[in-house]
């Protein structure tokens, strides 16, 4: 069982900044960490990722602008969001693949105003 709290979601203008947290508990051993978001009207979609070798992969629209990295000594992964566009607001959902299986945080507000 995996618990994840995400922080760091808030209101930024247009071509600002903010950085997301997310701690994992329940389980030392996490492998793929990431996150994800979800507009209101659309699906949620992968926003980036990372394995515990620190191999990401990002979605075409946040590269360059965003970064994801993760701490497997704290449980944490967090993302960076630089350059932020109105069309990056979205509830942003942590995630974490363990054994197979996938646990989501309850998700964090990022609005960007123009």
């Known amino acids: 069982q995996v618990q994840l709290v995400e922080s760091g979601g808030g209101l930024v203008q247009a071509g600002g900044s903010l950085r997301l947290s997310c701690v994992a508990s329940?389980?030392?051993?996490?492998?793929?960490m990431g996150w994800y978001r979800q507009a209101p009207g659309k699906q949620r979609e992968v926003v980036a990722t990372i394995n515990r070798d620190s191999r990401t992969n990002y979605a075409d629209s946040v590269k360059g602008r965003y970064t994801i990295s993760r701490d497997n000594a704290k449980n944490t992964v967090d993302l960076q969001m630089n350059s932020l566009k109105p069309e990056d607001t979205a509830v942003y959902y942590c995630k974490a693949i363990l054994f197979g299986y996938d646990y989501w945080g309850q998700g964090t507000q990022v609005t960007v105003s123009s």
């Open positions: 329940g389980s030392i051993f996490i492998s793929t």
